[in-house]
Structure formats: C-alpha cells, structure tokens
C-alpha cells in the first residue's frame, strides 16, 4: 500500500501531456462524426477538415487579422502594465491619493466594457475605441495587484531598512519593487487574457458599424455571410493568440522568479 | 573605530534608560519607569514573559520607536548616539527576515551597499561575517535552500557586516529547535568574544539567558520594568562543560525564582 502511494506521487506519469491531446483528438474525431452521419452542410457546422482547408486558403487574410489584433492586445497589455505600475507607486506613496482614485478605478473594472465600447466609438477613432476598450480591461489587475504588493513588505525587513538609514529611493528600489514583483507578475498574467478580450469586444463593436480588420471582426463578417468555416478557423485563431499571450507571460514570469519564488519552485 | 572603545573600561556605561515609558496609540502600555543602563562590551539578557515589554526596550534603544516618557542617554551625548548610531547598530529579529529574491550574499550586503559600499568593496566584510557564522560556502544560496538555523546565521551574518559596536537580538533563536540554539549559542559567544561588541539580547529562556550573559535584567509585565538583577561571572568559561555543571543549574534556579516573583507581583 506505502509503496503503491510512493510510487505513484514520486514517479510522474511519462506521458501527461498526452492526455489533455488524446480527449481533444477525441472530440474532434467525434465533432467530423456528427457531420459525416448527419450529412450537415458547411454553414450549418463545417467539418473539422473545412476548417483546416479554410485556414490554408483564406491564411493570408486571417493572419493579418490575427496580427491586428495580438498588436492591439499586446500594446494596451504594454500600456496597462505601465499604467497600472505607475498609478500603483503613486498610491503607495501616498494613501490620499488611493482614496480618492481606487474607487474610481473599480467603477472602470466593474462596468461591462462591451456596454462603454459604442461610446468609445462616438469620441475616439476605431483604432484607438478598440486600443482603449482594452486597456481599461487589463489596467485593473495590474493596478490591484501591484498595490497589494506594494503594500505586503515584510515590517521587520523595513526596519532594518530604517536601521541601516536606507533613503525612500533605496526602499523603493531594493524593497517595495522586489516584494511587489510577483503580485504584479501574477497581475500581469490575468491581464494578458482580459486584454485579448477587451480587444474582441472592441474589435466586434466597431465591426458591427462596419470598420476594423481584427480576428473578431472577421467572425461576425463571416457570420453576416453564413461563411461559418472562416468564422471556425477565426476562433482558432483567436483562441491560439490567447494561449501564446498566456504561455509568453508564463515564461517571463517564469524566467524572473525561478530562483527565488515559491509560485514558481514546482518540482524543486 | 572598535578600539577606542574596547580599550575602555569594560563597566563604561553605553547608555541608560531613566524613567522610560512607552504607551502605545491603542492606549496599551508597555513600559512604565523603566531605568537601565546598557555597558560597555558587557552580554546583557533581558528576560520575562511574553509581552512584558522587553522587545519594545529593544526597539528604543535601535531608535525604531520613540519613548513616551523619560529618556534615554547615550554616553558622551548626541555626538556618541550619532557615530554609534544607525550603522553601528545591528539588529537581529526573531525571524531570520531575509530578502527571498537576493542570495546570501546579496543579503549579508545589504547594510553596506545601503551606505553606498560596492558589491567588490565590500566583499572582504562580507566574507569575514559569514565566516564567523560559518556559512562561507554558501554565499551564493538563496533563502528558500536553507535550514532554519542557517538562515539565523545569515541574519546574524548580515547584523555583523557592518562591525556594530552594539548587537541587538530580539529572541533570535526562539524559533530553532534546541540542539542548533545550543550550536548557535557557542558561536554567538564565539563572536561576541572575537568582536568584542556589547550585545542586548532579549530571551524568554531562563537556561540561554544563564548561558550566554555577563549580566540578566529579569522584567516583569503590564507595565513593563526591570524587577531584577543578576550578574554572571563573565569570566566563567561557557562551554558544554558549564551547560552541565551544578554552578550553572545553581544559576538557572536562582533566575528561575527571579522570573517567578516577577511574574507574581502585580
């Protein structure tokens, strides 16, 4: 009994990320299944081929979209980090200041943005409307986590700052930055998927008045003209540009804080 | 800068508390007319129950907190409180307090390169500090890939680098299990000796306040103040010989009875 539970906790199974691709296999034989049986035409549900042949044909449309919009995310991902940081540091300096702002930026978070998106149109050009409805998304995890990293500084490491008359600036940058690095990280992360929603919801607004060129404006074109495999293979698209975004942060997060932080000692 | 001080006669008052008090904002005191002087190269404990202010007598004299009342005098005035002041005081907390993202290096550092030392000036002193604590093969670990003990010994390590003429420790081995205390007991005598400092060191152990000090300021709680006194031959060799020995179980029961009646009144 000891020995089974030793063996099966110690010992990883070798091929664990076969798993999660043989069910998606799976569901992909049985989704050409459904189709082949019931005889379904193309714009009702298009085979799992169809779309693969829609990619190919219709790539160089659907990479430029693809890249319209990871360039949109990626920039107010950028934008928002920066944002999010700054109006962080400023809250740490002085609690006046979080008081008056912090609500203001949760009224920001809370409100849909797909309900702010048309006004964004009104005032500001498409691209910028889809840029902003982004970044208002991405801004509030980084904002909330970086000041609860601000905020978590061990008390007896700032004593002995005080002690050793270490200056604001020193505090700041050998203390306050360092202790906050992993709350941001992980701010950061959950940023990158909500700033690639925050750029479909943009990029659908502002497509149904008939501009953009993004993935999610390529869905609901292709869904005016019942041209369901180029909106499948859009989805992919979209969907992949979500793992990429997920997998490049997961590796920066990785790369910082592999020798020090328990979050990422997996295995150590 | 040691020397002129440890020349000095070893009974030379560093400084003194005279009617301390501390009240904290939630109104709670934690000291009352408390008076006590701190000398010069001497092992002083001070020893009580838990919450009996001892801690905050620590904090006063690092400068991390003010007094509510009384004052507290450095010897040879502001000019001393000054030059013995921030760096050469080291503080050692209950906790190891280590920064997770820097090595042990980079933490037994931290106070030089806060006074503006390069990591290369530097390295001589911190080289010197860990192998007083006995961690020079380890300077490039990090935090997480040490023991408890051993990380006491790099906050002890990091207290050190800057040569303090006066060492604070507030329970720094309460956490550890007995047989490292015992080991780092023996090499905080070993330094004490070898630096020829003044250590405060602030214990809720009646056996490693016998063990290691010169002299014990037994306090007594709610509000805290010294209620006794005991010195220790600081020329008795504290060694496994002495943590066996009648004289040191003598000790032990006599500041044990000193606690107890500390304790008692009210």
């Known amino acids: ?268 | 800068m040691n020397d002129v001080i440890a020349e000095a006669d070893a009974g030379t008052v560093l400084l003194s508390l005279r009617g301390v008090g501390k009240r904290f904002a939630n109104n709670v005191t934690a000291l009352e007319g408390l008076d006590m002087e701190v000398r010069q190269g001497e092992f002083l404990s001070l020893l009580g129950p838990s919450g009996c202010g001892k801690s905050t007598a620590l904090r006063l004299i690092a400068g991390l907190t003010e007094p509510t009342a009384g004052r507290l005098d450095w010897n040879g005035g502001e000019a001393t409180r000054r030059t013995t002041g921030p760096r050469s005081i080291g503080f050692v907390f209950q906790e190891p307090t280590l920064m997770p993202w820097a090595s042990v290096f980079g933490n037994v550092h931290l106070p030089l390169k806060l006074a503006g030392i390069g990591r290369r000036e530097a390295e001589p002193s911190i080289a010197e500090a860990l192998e007083m604590v006995g961690l020079s093969g380890f300077r490039d670990a990090y935090p997480r890939e040490l023991s408890g003990g051993m990380k006491m010994r790099v906050s002890i390590a990091r207290a050190l680098v800057t040569k303090p003429r006066l060492l604070l420790m507030d329970e720094p081995f309460a956490a550890l299990d007995e047989i490292t205390r015992f080991k780092l007991n023996n090499d905080l005598l070993e330094v004490w000796r070898q630096l020829g400092c003044t250590i405060v060191f602030v214990t809720h152990s009646v056996f490693e306040s016998v063990f290691l000090s010169s002299r014990i300021l037994v306090f007594r709680a709610r509000p805290g103040r010294v209620s006794a006194e005991l010195s220790i031959d600081p020329n008795q060799p504290r060694d496994e010989a002495f943590r066996t020995s009648p004289e040191y179980a003598g000790l032990c029961r006599e500041t044990s009875l000193a606690l107890a009646r500390a304790m008692e009144a009210r």
């Open chain 1, 1 to 268: 009994m000891e020995r089974h539970l030793e063996h099966s906790s110690s010992r990883p199974f070798p091929f664990r990320w076969l798993l999660p691709i043989g069910v998606l296999a799976a569901l992909v034989a049985l989704w050409a299944l459904v189709v082949r049986i019931n005889n379904l035409p193309p714009y009702v549900l298009p085979s799992p081929g169809q779309v693969l042949e829609t990619l190919v044909s219709d790539r160089v449309v659907l990479f430029q979209s693809m890249l319209v919009t990871l360039e949109t995310t990626v920039l107010a991902l950028l934008l928002a980090a920066a944002g999010g940081v700054a109006l962080a540091l400023i809250f740490a300096s002085a609690r006046i200041v979080e008081f008056s702002l912090f609500p203001i930026a949760v009224i920001l978070q809370v409100t849909p943005v797909i309900a702010v998106a048309p006004l964004m149109l009104i005032y500001l050009s498409t691209d910028t409307a889809v840029l902003v409805c982004a970044w208002i998304v991405a801004f509030f995890p980084v904002l909330s986590n970086t000041t609860l990293g601000l905020n978590s500084v061990d008390p007896n490491l700032r004593d002995l700052f005080r002690l050793a008359g270490a200056s604001r600036w020193q505090t700041l940058l050998r203390l306050k930055l360092p202790t906050a690095l992993p709350y941001f990280l992980g701010g950061l992360r959950i940023a990158g998927g909500l700033a690639l929603i925050g750029a479909v919801v943009g990029e659908i607004a502002a497509g149904s008045a008939g501009q953009g060129s993004g993935l999610a404006f390529r869905i609901v074109e292709s869904a005016y003209r019942l041209n369901i495999p180029r909106l499948f293979a859009a989805l992919l698209l979209i969907s992949l540009a979500g793992i990429l975004i997920y997998a490049a942060l997961s590796l920066l997060s990785w790369l910082v804080l592999r020798r020090w932080h328990e979050s990422e000692l997996g295995g150590a």
